[in-house]
């Protein structure tokens, strides 16, 4: 390996913790501002900003720019986003931010599930290995044993499922549209989406909670470069299982701000889901190479 090549993937690893530490970060917030407002107000000021942020990009090309010969799988991807965040989201005030963070991040694990449904691809057995101990994982999370299951655990396992639909269309998609064109999609079409709900539990935002506000609504657009960035400077089969990192962050957060220590049951889904996940991503890195 050469000097260039190590500096290069020394790089795309800076890039990926720091995806992982940007969007801890804006968990964290939102679970701090989910006490004040509405999830739903939170998840419409972030599309809102997200959607301003790319009309520039839209002004300077033009609306042809948006031409697309598919609309379905661009509506299919923006709703599994904004569904996955929206469940996320109204997840974190209720329940321990670590709980949330791995149940959302536990989405590969249903992507082999997703694209075999949708898309009628076949998945190789050992993937149905995986996904079958990641759940196991996600089950220790839930503990349905103890007769009740909380509804924000129930939250965040359908905020991990939106994500890996969002995740396999997204992938679909980037064989023939480009990247700009496939974000102001979903960010518009996340914002309409946002609108009625946060019209009900619409309220005063107090001067204080702004800038908490906008760094969430950034944080979503900044993950999304740097993320780009760090796969394009370093193999997916690295860069994709530091993003379980954001896991011990969460509960580092959850620790210092709120006092909360992961149970036993927590800390040992975790482990099954995080392996599973790290071999799904290996699995699938090593596929992709061997065609």
């Not at 149940?103 to 993937?127: E, I, S």
């Not at 009625?196 to 539990?201: D, K, N, R, S």
């Not at 896991?247 to 220590?261: C, E, K």
């Amino acid at each position: 390996m050469s000097a260039g090549e190590r500096h290069h993937i020394a790089l795309g690893v800076f890039y990926a913790l720091a995806t992982s530490a940007v969007g801890s970060s804006a968990a964290a917030v939102v679970k701090y501002l989910g006490t004040e407002l509405s999830g739903w107000v939170i998840v419409w000021v972030q599309y809102a900003l997200c959607t301003l942020i790319m009309l520039p990009w839209l002004v300077r090309r033009g609306p042809r720019v948006l031409h697309t010969g598919h609309p379905w799988q661009h509506l299919v991807r923006a709703l599994g986003g904004w569904l996955g965040f929206t469940c996320y989201y109204l997840a974190l005030p209720v329940i321990p931010l670590v709980d949330a963070s791995l149940l959302r991040a536990a989405a590969p694990l249903w992507v082999p599930l997703v694209v075999w449904v949708a898309f009628r691809q076949q998945v190789p057995a050992l993937r149905w290995v995986a996904l079958a101990t990641g759940f196991a994982g996600v089950l220790m999370i839930l503990r349905p044993d103890t007769g009740t299951v909380q509804f924000g655990h129930l939250l965040g396992l359908a905020a991990g499922l939106a994500l890996a639909v969002s995740m396999s269309y997204t992938r679909s998609l980037s064989r023939s549209e480009p990247a700009p064109r496939v974000l102001f999609y979903y960010f518009s079409i996340a914002l309409l989406a946002s609108t009625p709900m946060a019209i009900v539990h619409w309220q005063p935002v107090p001067v204080a909670l702004w800038p908490g506000l906008l760094f969430i609504g950034g944080s979503i657009y900044l993950t999304m470069v740097l993320y780009t960035r760090a796969y394009s400077l370093a193999p997916t089969s690295l860069v994709a299982p530091l993003g379980y990192i954001a896991v011990p962050l969460a509960a580092l957060f959850d620790w210092l701000f709120w006092d909360q220590l992961p149970r036993g049951a927590v800390l040992a889904g975790s482990a099954l889901v995080i392996a599973s996940g790290v071999l799904a991503v290996t699995l699938g890195a090593r596929q992709r190479s061997e065609h």
